[in-house]
């Protein structure tokens, strides 16, 4: 079962896709479902195909759509290929970014029918072959689809290739719904660390000071003390 959040996610999606736009944006903040999304946008879709940045993510992403979707799901990385024979093919394919850059496995015979494409983490590795592939799935008339909790370069810019996030989830929305976490904040201060010993040029801190500075021994250990006693040995 969707939450309402989820469920609009979908649907906003589908709306963008039958207006005939090719790019849509979905910011959802961490630990907010986004998996629950990507497997109904895959139920709906024909021949959907989830692009992801990292082999263990890939894999991750794989079991949980077979065990949503109840159908397995074909694998494109490293020595394994999405099979291009119809009839023994599967309809959804989980692939990694690199492995269909290679040699553009991307445009091999069983991508050809691909309707929808999920990039997740899409504010990751956009390169120009990474905008020349994602066209080459335009092209044929499939929807991209980018996933992740910040969609934005500095001040706020939409990020290269992508629009603007049509649907957003926030974080304080998730909060205030009750289904995350509030953040739990600590202010550390380091009495080592002396900004007063980096001169400054043009407006700007000596680079080779601030540097310097920064890698001192003694502020590193101080650091690492800091860290280990707020999180008490986890990770942080």
């Not at 309402?4 to 910011?27: H, I, L, P």
């Not at 445009?107 to 983490?121: C, G, Q, S």
Request: proline share 4%.
């Amino acid at each position: 079962m969707l939450r309402d959040y989820q469920r609009s996610a979908v649907e906003a999606v589908c709306r963008a896709a039958r207006r005939g736009e090719r790019r849509v944006v979905v910011c959802q903040p961490v630990g907010s479902g986004k998996t629950e999304v990507i497997a109904e946008l895959c139920r709906i879709a024909r021949y959907p195909l989830l692009m992801v940045p990292l082999v263990d993510v890939m894999r991750q992403g794989r079991d949980r759509l077979e065990l949503r979707l109840d159908e397995k799901c074909d694998v494109e990385q490293g020595g394994n290929y999405a099979e291009s024979i119809e009839g023994l093919r599967n309809r959804v394919i989980v692939a990694s970014r690199d492995s269909l850059l290679a040699s553009n496995r991307y445009k091999a015979r069983a991508y050809e029918r691909i309707t929808l494409v999920r990039v997740d983490e899409c504010h990751v590795g956009m390169t120009p072959r990474m905008e020349e592939m994602l066209r080459w799935y335009e092209d044929r008339g499939a929807t991209v689809v980018g996933f992740s909790a910040t969609p934005y370069k500095g001040k706020g810019k939409a990020l290269r290739y992508w629009p603007r996030p049509q649907v957003v989830y926030s974080l304080l929305e998730g909060i205030s719904d009750g289904y995350l976490v509030g953040p739990n904040c600590h202010l550390s201060e380091s009495k080592s660390f002396d900004m007063t010993l980096i001169e400054e040029e043009e407006g700007e801190w000596n680079k080779k000071l601030l540097a310097d500075v920064l890698t001192a021994e003694h502020f590193a250990q101080e650091v690492t003390s800091l860290v280990l006693s707020t999180y008490k040995n986890q990770p942080s």
